[in-house]
């Protein structure tokens, strides 16, 4: 371990490849919303979601189960060849049967029309397939995947706004999408060399992986309840136009939960292989601050959503859209929900080898989610979809938070959840102050962010709350030079 890098290290390249990933949508969605209009980016995210369930069968718990066991042993040469020539057998098989399923799927009356794109967002699985992301993960190789990133990214970047040019062009659109997120997986077909051999060796056991990978599997199964089943009940349910509206909102929401959430995936192999030697304190150090990380910014972030809905709608998506700024008012607290359920789910249960209690949790979710988007869906809409979203993630929260007082317990893991709270609800006031001045779209983006961070980390200091204090000593530093 002395080898790799710090933790601060590849938080901050994670960071930067999570802003980079998050960049593309931001600069491309509100150009291709304009250009294909609702019912254009209705289309193409109603057919996303569907092919999203087979690229979903063919990652199975893959990526997850592997980063997990293979940072355990990645100092030993043979072991690690081993293990990663049985995963990309597994993941070959599933993403032939899964691919094989998208196309037939594809002939069946409701999906005809949806067919050409279907086929297009599912070649997502065979670059997954050939990119084996999880073995820099295991080696901690965030400079790799985050330059190649960018690259396609750029790419597909400068090709949208060339090719797509009208309201036919939503399968040009879909195929960009798919290239800047997983084009650039083509590359690690000879990169992965630098660190594995896969095959030339005469036995493989497939059997004793498939277990943990199935039960990782259902996790993945019920989580993508919440992120494409509202999408394809309310496009079977109420049409393009909802789908339409629900996405631009969820779109921006997702953003700044997995910008929040992006330092803290990096976590994983030191976590396992903490676990594995038994260094106890490290481990718990490492947790607290993360989720004094997560709560300290996702709680202003939830505040801030609702603040400047009005604003991001209109920037991002256009006047067209602006029956989606309540679902975005609605989805802000998920903000805060979705950071923590990740945090407990990958940082605690996974590194502790308890998927069993993360699949009652997420099952749970999903059955609640389905449940109440029947329910509210039909005479709601997106709204109605959004409400049960937060229910169903505020259900898991409470189920893995009973199941952790089991195996982990700590009693100050939220000793500075209120200082968060009471700083994000000052700051708030603050916003709804600003508000009143009836600013246009710039100025009051502008005053109402800086005031609101300038008021957040004011009251923070008063309270005294812990992530303040490297900033405080970095001051003082400044100072003393």
Not at 167 to 188: E, P, Q
């Amino acid at each position: 371990m002395s080898q790799t890098k710090s933790l601060k290290v590849n938080s901050v390249i994670n960071i930067i490849k999570t802003v980079l990933s998050i960049i593309f949508p931001l600069i491309t969605f509100p150009y291709a919303s304009r250009v294909l209009g609702v019912n254009g980016i209705g289309r193409v995210d109603y057919a996303n979601s569907i092919s999203n369930y087979f690229v979903l069968f063919a990652e199975l718990g893959i990526t997850t189960y592997a980063v997990r066991e293979g940072a355990k042993i990645r100092e030993n040469k043979e072991q690690l060849n081993q293990l990663c020539s049985e995963i990309v057998i597994i993941n070959s098989i599933s993403t032939a049967v899964a691919y094989t399923g998208l196309v037939l799927c594809s002939f069946l009356p409701v999906l005809k029309n949806y067919q050409n794109i279907l086929l297009l967002c599912g070649t997502t699985m065979i670059f997954n397939l050939i990119g084996v992301n999880w073995i820099f993960n295991i080696f901690e190789d965030y400079v790799y995947i985050t330059v190649r990133t960018f690259v396609f990214q750029v790419l597909a970047l400068i090709c949208m706004f060339c090719f797509v040019r009208s309201s036919d062009d939503y399968i040009i659109y879909a195929g960009l999408v798919v290239m800047a997120n997983v084009g650039s997986n083509i590359f690690n077909i000879f990169y992965k060399r630098k660190y594995i051999k896969l095959f030339g060796r005469k036995h493989y056991e497939l059997k004793k992986h498939l277990p943990p990978i199935l039960i990782i599997f259902g996790m993945s199964v019920a989580s993508q309840i919440y992120l494409n089943m509202d999408t394809t009940m309310i496009g079977a349910m109420k049409g393009e136009t909802e789908v339409g509206l629900y996405s631009a909102a969820v779109k921006l929401n997702r953003t700044l939960t997995t910008l929040i959430s992006s330092a803290c995936t990096v976590l994983i192999p030191r976590l396992s292989y903490y676990i594995k030697q038994g260094m106890e304190k490290e481990y718990k150090e490492i947790i607290y601050n993360a989720v004094n990380y997560l709560i300290g910014l996702a709680i202003p972030c939830a505040f801030g959503f609702i603040l400047l809905s009005n604003e991001l709608i209109t920037i991002f998506s256009g006047a067209e859209f602006q029956n989606a700024v309540p679902i975005m008012c609605i989805l802000s607290p998920n903000i805060v929900l979705s950071a923590i359920n990740g945090l407990l789910v990958f940082q605690i249960f996974v590194p502790f080898g308890k998927e069993k209690d993360t699949l009652i949790s997420t099952i749970a979710g999903a059955c609640v989610n389905m449940v109440f988007n029947f329910v509210l869906i039909i005479p709601y809409g997106a709204r109605g979809a959004a409400v049960a979203t937060i229910i169903a993630e505020g259900t898991v929260y409470l189920i893995l938070s009973i199941k952790m007082r089991r195996f982990y317990r700590n009693v100050k893991l939220y000793g500075e959840l209120w200082k968060y709270f009471v700083a994000g609800l000052g700051m708030f006031a603050v916003g709804l102050y600003i508000r009143t001045f009836n600013l246009t779209i710039i100025p009051s983006i502008c005053v109402t962010v800086l005031s609101c961070v300038v008021v957040y980390f004011i009251l923070l200091n008063i309270l005294n709350a812990k992530i303040i204090r490297p900033i405080k000593e970095i001051a003082k530093q400044f100072r003393s030079k």
